[in-house]
Structures are given as structure tokens and as C-alpha cells.
């Protein structure tokens, strides 16, 4: 059965950096597409970024130029490095993968998801 983990989550003061990691087992589908959401306390999960299986990246607009999605085949593992850190950028990070017949990222959906890593931005 896939499995993802996240990691890297912590505190940081504002204007920091975190680089989350998503470690993914058993996950060998060469068409794909692989994300990060956040949910923040009494506000609903939103797409933070995805990368699909040819390299392909968006981002929500509110992280545009501050946070990059990347991804490490060799090691099945998933990264989003974040700078310029926002107190509204404090929320549960998760990782979420798809799978077949979701071969891209167009339909928003996913089918694996890892249990977070809670990020903290104090201002």
C-alpha cells in the first residue's frame, strides 16, 4: 500500500525558510501528479502546489515566488522549500499523490494523502 510522510514542519519566525520533505513508499506510478495542501485552524484545505510526473509545476497565487515544489525520483521523495515565510502561511501541511487513470494535475483530486507536519510563523 502507498504511504507518504511528511516531514520539516516547525516553527519559524517570519521572513524564515522550512523545506518540507514527503517521503513516498511504494509508489511507482510513472504517470502522476504529487501536491502540497495546508489547512489552517477553522479554514478549509486549499492546493498550496503540484508537480506532475514530467516536471510540471503550479502554484497558488499566494505563494507565487516564495515557495518551490520539486521532487527527487531516486529518493520517492517530494519537497516544497519555503522562504519569506508569512504568519499566514501557519498551517497543517499535507502531502497527496494521485493515481491512476489521474495521470496529471488537472482534476484536483488525489487519491493518497500523508498525515501532515504542522507549520508555525510567528510575526
Known amino acids: 500500500q502507498v504511504q507518504l510522510v511528511e516531514s520539516g514542519g516547525g516553527s519559524v519566525q517570519a521572513g524564515g525558510s522550512l523545506r518540507l520533505s514527503c517521503a513516498a513508499s511504494?509508489?511507482?506510478?510513472?504517470?502522476?501528479?504529487m501536491g502540497w495542501f495546508r489547512q489552517a485552524p477553522g479554514k478549509q484545505r486549499e492546493g498550496v502546489a503540484y508537480i506532475d510526473s514530467a516536471g510540471s509545476t503550479r502554484y497558488t497565487d499566494s505563494v507565487k515566488g516564495r515557495f518551490t515544489i520539486s521532487q527527487d525520483n531516486a529518493k520517492s521523495t517530494l519537497y516544497l522549500q519555503m522562504n519569506s515565510l508569512k504568519p499566514e502561511d501557519t498551517a497543517m501541511y499535507y502531502c497527496a499523490a494521485t493515481r491512476p487513470p489521474r495521470s496529471n494535475c488537472n482534476s484536483g483530486l488525489f487519491d493518497y494523502w500523508g498525515q501532515g507536519t504542522q507549520v508555525t510563523v510567528s510575526s
Open positions: 511504494r509508489y511507482t506510478y510513472t504517470r502522476y501528479c
